[in-house]
């Protein structure tokens, strides 16, 4: 069974300061992970994906397939980056898990 | 390009009524999926198709019937509404299961 764990609900940083939100799997096969972002009244979009190894809006993640973690980093949080993040875990076979997601506030 | 599109955005249901939300995609994705969005639980996947013809379970596929008879179209189908089913409803699309999935804008369902 696939599962993916967001172990924060909520997050609140100061702008400017680091900010990490956690993402843990568990997977038998190899995973392809995706992050998710949901800003106030829009639909959900891709952030990033972990095999693109690029950083949209300043986010890196990286894959650790030994601590079978993917970790959303930012080095200076945003005002904007306020939203709903959600770690995701797609198959070939076309089964998506989400996690649980996690409220990032960024306060000026 | 309209994307996913599902309607309505809103809808009040009666505890034992049926209702169909509807979802289409212009993209030509063969993979499609219906998730419902709790408070503190996430997105949670009710059923997907890997393409026209083929449907499978998910997570939290009791009370919801799905069909996939085109590639465009991936209706999911309330069968007697209960409260329970008070949630937010996503449906998505991809090329592949392990490409990026596109959003609708969600209907936001509530059952008395």
């Known amino acids: 069974a696939q599962r993916v764990t967001q172990p924060e609900k909520l997050l609140s940083v100061f702008k400017g300061a680091p900010v990490e939100l956690k993402c843990n799997y568990s997977?038998?096969?190899?995973?392809?992970l995706f992050w998710y972002v949901q800003y106030s009244r829009q639909r959900l979009q891709l952030l990033l994906r972990?095999?693109s190894r690029e950083s949209i809006k300043g986010f890196t993640a990286d894959l650790n397939k030994g601590e079978t973690s993917f970790h959303l980093k930012k080095p200076f949080a945003q005002e904007e980056d306020s939203a709903m993040y959600y770690c995701a875990l797609q198959t070939n076979a076309g089964k998506s898990t989400f996690g649980d997601g996690t409220t990032l506030t960024v306060k000026p | 390009n309209a994307g996913v599109t599902q309607t309505p955005k809103f809808q009040v249901l009666k505890t034992g009524q049926s209702m169909t939300l509807q979802c289409a995609q212009d993209m030509n994705h063969e993979y499609m999926s219906w998730y419902r969005q709790d408070p503190g639980m996430g997105l949670r996947l009710i059923h997907y198709s890997v393409g026209a013809g083929i449907t499978d379970q998910g997570e939290v596929p009791n009370g919801y019937n799905v069909s996939r008879s085109t590639t465009e179209d991936f209706p999911l189908r309330l069968l007697s509404a209960a409260p329970s089913q008070t949630s937010v409803y996503f449906c998505?699309?991809?090329?592949?299961?392990?490409?990026?999935?596109?959003f609708g804008d969600g209907t936001r369902l509530s059952i008395l």
């Open positions: 997977y038998s096969g190899s995973p392809e």
């Open positions: 998505a699309s991809s090329y592949s299961g392990t490409q990026p999935q596109h």
């Open positions: 972990h095999i």
